[in-house]
């Protein structure tokens, strides 16, 4: 079976994070984002995956395939606009990548969710329902900016509507799609939206159908939403895959849900959690304080910082006594000065400093 991920977004919403690093290979949970989706395709039974993307693949978008295609045993190729083609207009692009003899649908994955991928339930679902397309949905609080997706009993799809004006339902578009190669023959060669131009249409003709996602769900193309997508993953952690959180330590150091690497250092008198993840090599000194933060790789947070909300990029230093909070995002390197204090309400949201 083959999948296409659509990787062509600029990430502009993760910076500067995304200044360093292609949006797809910032880490969520200590790994790639992308890697999150391509293991889940290869528990699915997906051998082949083609990325999507619109702009030169940096040389670390390169390494990152060779490394993967090797450990997963997948095939991973690009497929590269010349200029940004939408959400469809790079199925068609490529096209005979998708196509197998067998005549067997594929999977499309919007990059930035992150969920349970219940992608072999979802095999069942189309096979069952025997339509030519299949999208998975969930239910938020603010669909408007979200597809929309209505649908009819058993299943159906009745309407599409893509970041709706006036509130039409409470389902969304999660962004996971499984498609016939007959979908392929609706697609022209342009930059053209899916969710605007080929699922109202397939909608239209009663041949599109919606699978309720069971479990959590979250779009973490923004730092506010990445946050919280990372407190569902560590509660879907705690409940499935234990053995990957920090264990509490009895006397207080480790609060609910915390991953670490192995190779992390957590100093005495600290304070973690709940909901943080450190990355490889982190050196986390004494009497550190932190809760609901991503800690990246190569990050030393020293004596008596507290962050919170917030998430500090690859290899940047904390100062003692200093303050980051409130959905402050470092890139990679910052160097935040002893008893410096980093928050919204004191700066912009998203502090640029390297
Ligand atoms: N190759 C390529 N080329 N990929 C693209 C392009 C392009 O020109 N434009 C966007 N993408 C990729 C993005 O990288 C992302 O993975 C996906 O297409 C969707 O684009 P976003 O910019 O993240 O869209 P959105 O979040 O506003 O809305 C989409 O996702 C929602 C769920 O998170 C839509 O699919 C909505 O219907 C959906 O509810
Ligand atoms: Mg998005």
Redesign the pocket.
Known sequence: MKAL?????F?TRLRPLTFSMP??LVDFGNKPMLLHQIEALKAAGVTEVVL???HQQPEVMLNFVKEYEKKLDMKITF?Q?TE????A??LALARDKLIDESGKPFFV?????ICEYPLLEMIEFHTNHGAEASIMVTKVDDPS????VVMEEEARVERFV??PKHFVGDK????IYLLNPSVLDRIELR?TS??KEIFPKIASEKKLYAMVLPGFWM?I?QPKDYLTGQRMYLNYLRKNAPGKLLVSSGDDVVIGNVMADETAVIGERCLIGPDVVIGAGCVIEPGVRLFGCTVMRGVRIKEHACVSDSIVGWDSTVGSWARVADVTVLGKDVQVADAEVLQMSAKPEIIQKV
């Open positions: 991920i659509l990787v062509g977004g990430g949006k797809p999507a993307i619109n497929s606009e940004p083609l939408g959400t207009g790079p994955l919007n990059s930035d969710v900016k979200y597809g929309v893509e970041k969304i578009n999660a962004g930059r899916i969710e779009d193309g």
